[in-house]
């Protein structure tokens, strides 16, 4: 415990050192879609419960929503021609291959100066490896440059997975944190700024958030934080 308050207070009181952003991922040039309707015939799917894989199965994709799964055979039989479901939009013969759920991948960085990696480079390594959410710690870059690509993710302007983003204490000060109202004011500032909402909503704080059109989060919201600050501790600990 005294190990970890010595790392924190030297990360509070270490002046600050100037980002040197990388390049920002350039625009999305290969790839289709989303369709309103996307079909994958005679997958093997792994649908992440835990369960054996089963199949061949029909998936219908509309959007960015999985809509219908559809058994159509057993393993090694012949198929169920009644039970296929239509043509759409595109069709992906995934006979022979195996479907399942994108990874999220809760701690990662997207690169840096000092490790000299584009931010291209990793994340298109995220989608090749089948992560399709990521949760992006510290900000490193500057919180302005991530959040501009956690949105242009989110608007499928460049190839990359979802993009959640937890800037690190004190990300982007401009002088060192030596004070408690210092480091409140700086984490209320950041939460702001990360997610879109005030870092917290009392009664007297919805009410100015409605007259200035900003939303609070929602109990859901904030419990949903939760889980994932558990989960991302979970997984810390148990390597």
Not at 42 to 66: C, E, K
């Amino acid at each position: 415990m005294r190990y970890f308050t010595f790392l924190l207070t030297l990360a509070l009181l270490t002046p600050p050192v100037s980002a040197q952003k990388l390049p920002e991922a350039p625009d999305r040039t290969r790839g289709d879609g989303p369709y309103d309707r996307l079909v994958i015939r005679g997958a093997t799917l792994i649908d992440g419960t835990g369960a054996p894989a089963r199949g061949p199965v029909d998936i219908l994709v509309q959007g960015d929503s999985i809509a219908r799964i559809t058994a159509v055979g057993a393993p090694g039989g012949p198929m169920n021609e009644d039970a296929r479901l239509e043509d759409g939009d595109r069709v992906i013969d995934a006979s022979g291959m195996y479907v399942l759920p994108g990874f999220v991948d809760m701690h990662t960085h997207l690169g840096g100066v000092p490790q000299q990696t584009p931010a291209e480079y990793v994340l298109k390594l995220w989608m090749a490896h089948g992560v399709t959410t990521a949760r992006e710690v510290a900000a490193g870059n500057g919180l302005d440059w991530t959040l501009h690509h956690r949105k242009r993710s989110a608007a499928n302007e460049i190839t990359a997975p979802r993009l959640a983003v937890y800037p690190a204490l004190g990300t982007d000060r401009e002088a060192p944190i030596t004070t408690p109202d210092a480091a409140r004011t700086t984490t209320t500032r950041t939460r702001a700024t990360a997610s879109g909402m005030p870092a917290t909503c009392g009664s007297r704080r919805q009410s100015r958030a409605a007259r200035g059109g900003t939303r609070c989060s929602t109990p859901s919201e904030r419990s949903t934080l939760r889980w994932t600050l558990r989960l991302a501790f979970m997984r810390l600990t148990a390597t």
